[in-house]
């Protein structure tokens, strides 16, 4: 090698050094400002000590409408109650002492701040110990010891909880999958993730959306409803739930009227409203009046407010639909709403959790640890904590939560689960690898030095971890009901139905503190319950959503090509059949066609050469 290819090479290396350099001072610079200027509402994780780790990310935060900053306000139901109902489901385990021997679990918890992007810089933090850790058993010291790192070493993490948007979750299982680390989505339902050849240590405690699709279709079916129009949003959510959507649609011959994309570029966006309003047919007496919503969360609100006002529709929404979101109710969306037929996936409460939830305040040992709840309590009080005496401030310190400000997420069963079945996981794997290992109980002994575990939980085997003991679990959840996992990974699929009924131009029960969403049905495997006497409809009746209405004694169906919509045409005398007859059915053989018809209370089947075309 030439003496000038050497010097290229040393300047590269040069170059590469200094830019590096200059990205991390640069980095530093940033979260040194971003120190100083967000805290204390802008908190990047949680760390809680264990013997070993568990991971979570949540939407702690909405996604900002603004590009020099990825978090927006703080999500009390999506992000804070599902990272306390992590570390209330962490809680329960090590009270357990016998449960893993004496294992403590910790957590390393993040917010995604809803935000596929910012989502997956932030996990790098789950595998930056990993890839960061040095490798010392190459060297050796002078005297011929090992060598020993200076750093106190991060635990690695053993699984992930989350995410909970489908987006986020799929880009954090492209990440994790590199480094076979563990992922249990508490929310995310996207029907990709289910596919083992691209995310082969995904798993969730909820059901994939091509069940959701299936429930969908059986609602459909039994309102009668054949001819729909569907919208979907331009993210995986959207495109995968529409597409299971309309597969299942063909199998049971409902047609799809319109289907329209929404994009979530802003300019975009108001151009695919404007698409769906055109397409539309609020002037039909009869068409597709259902419309199928597989819509992400930030859209909706928008999107009622352009469309639906103006037209007479029946919504028929996915589980992405946010019962919780002041938003989507907030003004005219109210009557816009009304008699929206909501899918949510079937959750009970948790009294225990809700127990401990409302007992945290400013005073409770263990609202520190969660250093979000602050944020919390400043967005939801307008307060201030460790103000001077003599401030007339509002004080954070003197509220408290009750019952008639609380509302629970309807995920929270679905996060505890997430966690017992990692902490089940974890049980079974200890004890087939190291079932007389026990960590000391005593503080003294534990936090003297670094709990001595065996190899195998200290450093586990993500693959067999998730083939050999996460996928073979069975236990009794919160609520007693019996968990275990489809071979897919997937959770059971469980939905329950809802339907809007707000207090708007008809009287309400004497129980005002009725929901707004009344639970009319469930769908379970296949199979639907709906209490029809439940339903209450914007219009007093259920909508009427076909091609066509029957048609009246003496007429025959017109293709109307253009919307391939078939209108009522007079039909002319035809030999063998009388002026009056109705036509039931008819069905091509080989010429001629046998049809059905009914003439006065009698029905006759007649042979004849008859076409739709020569029925005119």
């Known amino acids: 090698m030439g003496l000038i290819d050497i010097s290229l090479k040393m300047f590269s290396l040069l170059a590469l050094a200094m830019h590096i350099i200059a990205n991390m001072n640069a980095f530093e610079k940033q979260i040194s400002e971003n120190m100083t200027y967000l805290q204390p509402t802008n908190m990047r994780q949680i760390r809680i000590p264990g013997d070993v780790i568990i991971g979570g990310v949540f939407p702690v935060h909405a996604k900002s409408g603004s590009p020099d900053q990825p978090c927006g306000i703080i999500a009390e139901t999506r992000g804070v109650h599902r990272v306390e109902a992590m570390l209330y489901a962490l809680d329960v385990i090590n009270s357990q002492r ?8 910790g957590a390393l918890i993040l917010d995604s701040c809803s935000s596929p992007a910012y989502a997956l810089n932030q996990s790098l ?7 960061g850790s040095a490798d010392l058993s190459e060297y050796r ?7 020993e790192s200076r750093q106190i070493p991060r635990k690695n993490v053993a699984a992930v909880v989350g995410g909970s948007y489908s987006s986020v979750t799929v880009q954090i299982a492209n990440l994790l999958r590199l480094f076979k680390i563990v992922q249990v989505s508490p929310a995310s339902t996207n029907a990709d993730l289910s596919d083992k050849t691209r995310f082969e240590y995904f798993a969730r405690t909820v059901p994939s959306d091509n069940y959701q699709a299936r429930a969908m279709i059986d609602i459909a079916l039994h309102f009668n409803w054949t001819y729909v129009s569907l919208v979907y949003s331009a993210d995986e959510y959207g495109e995968l739930g529409a597409e299971a959507f309309k597969k299942e649609a063909r199998k049971m011959n409902i047609c799809i009227a319109i289907e329209e994309r929404i994009s ?14 055109k397409k539309l047919q609020p002037d039909k007496v009869v068409g597709a009046r259902a419309v199928v919503l597989f819509v ?33 109710t907030a003004g005219p969306r109210k009557s816009v709403a009304e008699g929206a037929i909501v899918l949510m996936l079937a959750s009970d409460r948790v009294p225990s959790f809700e127990e401990y939830f409302l007992s945290l305040n400013p005073s409770h040992v263990k609202f520190e640890r969660n250093k979000w709840l602050k944020e919390l309590w400043r967005h939801k009080f307008n307060c201030e904590f460790d103000l001077p005496e003599q401030s007339t401030l509002n004080r954070c310190e003197n509220h408290r939560q009750t019952m008639e400000n609380f509302n629970p997420d309807d995920k929270v069963q679905f996060v505890i689960d997430a966690v017992y079945a990692i902490a089940h996981g974890l049980q079974g794997m200890k004890e087939k690898m190291c079932p007389d290992d026990t960590a000391p109980s005593s503080w003294i002994s534990r936090y003297s030095s670094v709990p001595q575990i065996c190899d195998a939980m200290k450093h586990i085997d993500g693959e067999e971890f998730y083939q050999k003991y996460l996928l073979q679990v069975k236990f009794e959840d919160a609520v007693g009901k019996k968990f275990r996992f489809s071979p897919e ?20 029960s004497e129980d005002s503190s009725r929901s707004d969403y009344v639970v009319v ?10 209490d029809d006497k439940k339903m209450s409809w914007k219009y007093g009746e259920i909508p009427i959503s076909q091609c066509s209405m029957p048609c009246p004694a003496g007429y025959r169906k017109q293709l109307i090509k253009i919307s391939l919509y078939y209108a009522p045409t ?6 063998g059949l009388a002026a009056n007859a109705k036509i039931m059915s008819f069905w091509q053989m080989k010429q001629p066609v046998w049809i059905v018809v009914k003439v006065g209370g009698r029905q006759l089947i007649e042979k004849t050469a008859l076409t739709w075309h020569n029925l005119a």
């Open 98 to 105: 016998e449960f893993l021997h004496g294992y403590k679990l």
């Open 125 to 131: 933090d789950f595998v930056r110990d990993l890839i």
């Open 141 to 147: 010291c002078r005297d011929g010891s090992s060598p």
């Open 264 to 277: 979530p570029k802003k300019e975009a966006f108001q151009e695919s409203v404007d698409n769906l309003v």
């Open 296 to 328: 992400a969360t930030e859209y909706v609100p928008e999107l009622m407010l352009q469309t639906f006002e103006r037209m007479r529709f029946e919504r028929l929404a996915s589980e992405g639909w946010d019962r919780n979101n002041e938003a989507y």
């Open 489 to 508: 990974g997937d959770g059971p699929a469980h939905y329950t139905i809802l339907n809007y009924q707000p207090e708007i131009g008809h009287s309400r």
């Open 521 to 530: 049905g469930r769908w379970s495997e296949d199979q639907l319950d709906i």
């Open 570 to 575: 007079k039909m002319k005398f035809v030999v």
